[in-house]
């Protein structure tokens, strides 16, 4: 047992007023302005990187944006309808641009201070620096991306479907099982591919396009007997672009989650939080709700493939 100190009366005073200034900030109130924002609803989501802001770092005009007073927005030439239309992002028409400028709003900037980046799809998601604030193109949330990037919340759940001419040998596919020994395509780098990798695995190789018109062009020209996109796009396709061509059907939801497409950001970017909390206020407000209504529409109605 070490034996006791004896303080000198100047140090025994000094040693008190220390232990009553600990005792006073123990009891001191915390700091309550920091809101989670997205934190939550953001990584359940998707989200990644930092996943807090406050209030004030989210203020108008306080964002660090690549150009000061502007946000870039990037996505990618062409700009596919339903997402986009007229292949022109800026006019705010089409489901992607009208998300867009929704995000901008929420942000605090105006339709005129949104700057379009054309941005190539897979260069979207691969390591390195930005030319975009965020960009949005149908990319798909998924662990391998986050590695190189950060995402928004979800803005879109999405099924994958196979489209075919309607004299195909697959038009009257029911299953997956059904796809087996088609030849099918798909754009590089989708979501779309990884489906025909990794669910159909079909007998043949598919044959892999740099973009999605590509796809359609094989599919149009019976270089393929169908191709996989996204349940919107397909309708498009077989509406606007391949009318001879139909939804053969679209595939089950893998796992417990949804395929979404979520906003692109620099990895571990000052933006993701604000973004973030941008899309999720949306969520909520029943913006992209009503956005999906009216741009989306007619992609319903497509049989499931057992």
């Not at 990187?49 to 990618?76: E, M, N, Y």
């Not at 417990?256 to 970017?269: A, I, M, R, T």
């Amino acid at each position: 047992m070490r034996p006791a100190i004896s303080l000198s009366p100047r140090r025994a005073a000094l040693a008190a007023a220390a232990l009553l200034t600990l005792a006073l900030a123990g009891c001191s109130p915390q700091d309550d302005t920091t809101d989670a924002g997205p934190s939550s609803s953001a990584a359940s989501a998707g989200a990644t990187g930092t996943t807090t802001a406050t209030t004030a770092s989210c203020a108008p005009g306080t964002l660090a944006t690549r150009t000061p007073g502007k946000l870039t927005v990037g996505t990618d030439n062409p700009a596919y309808d339903p997402w986009f239309s007229d292949n022109k992002p800026s006019n705010g028409k089409g489901y992607e641009s009208a998300v867009a400028y929704a995000v901008a709003k929420q942000l605090g900037y105006a339709p005129d201070q949104v700057v379009w980046q054309t941005v190539a799809f897979n260069k979207a998601f691969a390591p390195g620096a930005k030319n975009f604030d965020f960009d949005i193109n149908q990319v798909s949330i998924n662990d391998e991306r986050k590695k190189a990037v950060d995402f928004s919340p979800g803005y879109y759940d999405v099924r994958q479907t196979v489209v075919a001419l309607k004299t195909s040998k697959i038009a009257n596919a029911h299953s997956v099982a059904d796809l087996k020994n088609a030849k099918l395509g798909a754009q590089v780098g989708t979501t779309s591919l990884d489906v025909i990798d990794n669910l159909v695995k079909p007998a043949k190789q598919p044959a892999v396009y740099q973009r999605n018109d590509l796809a359609v062009a094989a599919l149009k020209n019976g270089q393929v007997d169908g191709i996989v996109v996204d349940l919107p796009t397909a309708f498009y396709i077989t509406g606007a672009e391949v009318t001879d061509a139909k939804v053969v059907g679209q595939f089950a939801a893998a796992g417990s989650s949804p395929e979404q497409f979520g906003l692109v950001l620099d990895k571990g970017g000052k933006l993701t939080a604000c973004v973030s909390r941008a899309v999720t206020a949306l969520h909520g407000d029943g913006t992209l709700a009503a956005l999906e209504k009216r741009w989306l529409s007619d992609a319903v109605g497509a049989p499931v493939l057992g």
